[in-house]
T-cell receptor, first 115, second 113 residues
Framework: EPEVTQTPSHQVTQMGQEVILRCVPI?????FYWYRQILGQKVEFLVS????????KSEIFDDQFSVERPDGSNFTLKIRSTKLEDSAMYFC?????????????FGPGTRLTVL | DQQVKQNSPSLSVQEGRISILNCDYT??????FLWYKKYPAEGPTFLIS?????DKNEDGRFTVFLNKSAKHLSLHIVPSQPGDSAVYFCAARNRFGNEKLTFGTGTRLTIIP
């Protein structure tokens, strides 16, 4: 069964460093998303991406964040200068282009720890 | 901003009995609701969904009920199995084409053998 994959599973970085989180969405999906979950809190939407551009972003997704689809398979989230409060699980998701009601499929997540 | 609320952080149910997980929402613009299941160290796994034009959707052991007037939905699992022990998230999508899902805080379901 096709699935969303994410690498690395755990990333530890120093405050102020740049990190790139990588995702490989399901191959025939065309809508891509990033969410995050801070420990003990709810899953929060960050950004959605379609047709090589951001279609929606939350207030969390400020200038420190960017997304890119560098080739036909990868979808990345970059945090330019990490802060302590960026420590969270980051989930990538993808959705088929089909009808209105298609669900989003999530990857296993990357645990980001900022020291 | 608690547009989607799951007021029970945890629930314990005997194996074989019915598990009922509840979710309330405040935004009347939500038109599509989903339930996700999450095991530790894994991403959310889609379970079942319901459109606002329906009041019930069933898939095997899982049934979701939607009461639009009360802005309430529930997930019924029957019979409950040990493998159902996980955190369950309710999520909702806004009708005006927005892509984002708004999640509740989750309910940890424990099935007692």
């Amino acid at each position: 069964e096709p699935e969303v994959t994410q690498t690395p599973s755990h990333q530890v970085t120093q405050m102020g460093q740049e990190v790139i989180l990588r995702c490989v969405p399901i191959s025939n999906h065309l809508y891509f998303y990033w969410y995050r979950q801070i420990l003990g809190q709810k899953v929060e939407f960050l950004v959605s991406f379609y047709n090589n551009e951001i279609s929606e972003k939350s207030e969390i997704f400020d200038d420190q964040f960017s997304v890119e689809r560098p080739d036909g398979s990868n979808f990345t989230l970059k945090i330019r200068s990490t802060k302590l409060e960026d420590s969270a699980m980051y989930f990538c998701a993808s959705r088929d282009v089909g009808g209105l009601w298609n669900e989003q499929f999530f990857g296993p997540g990357t645990r980001l720890t900022v020291l | 901003d608690q547009q989607v609320k799951q007021n029970s952080p945890s629930l314990s149910v005997q194996e074989g009995r019915i598990s009922i997980l509840n979710c309330d929402y405040t935004n009347s613009m939500f038109d599509y609701f989903l339930w996700y299941k999450k095991y530790p160290a894994e991403g959310p796994t889609f379970l079942i969904s319901i459109s606002s034009i329906k009041d019930k959707n069933e898939d095997g052991r899982f049934t979701v009920f939607l009461n639009k007037s009360a802005k309430h939905l529930s997930l019924h699992i029957v019979p409950s199995q040990p493998g159902d022990s996980a955190v369950y998230f309710c999520a909702a999508r806004n009708r005006f084409g927005n892509e984002k899902l708004t999640f509740g805080t989750g309910t940890r379901l424990t099935i007692i053998p």
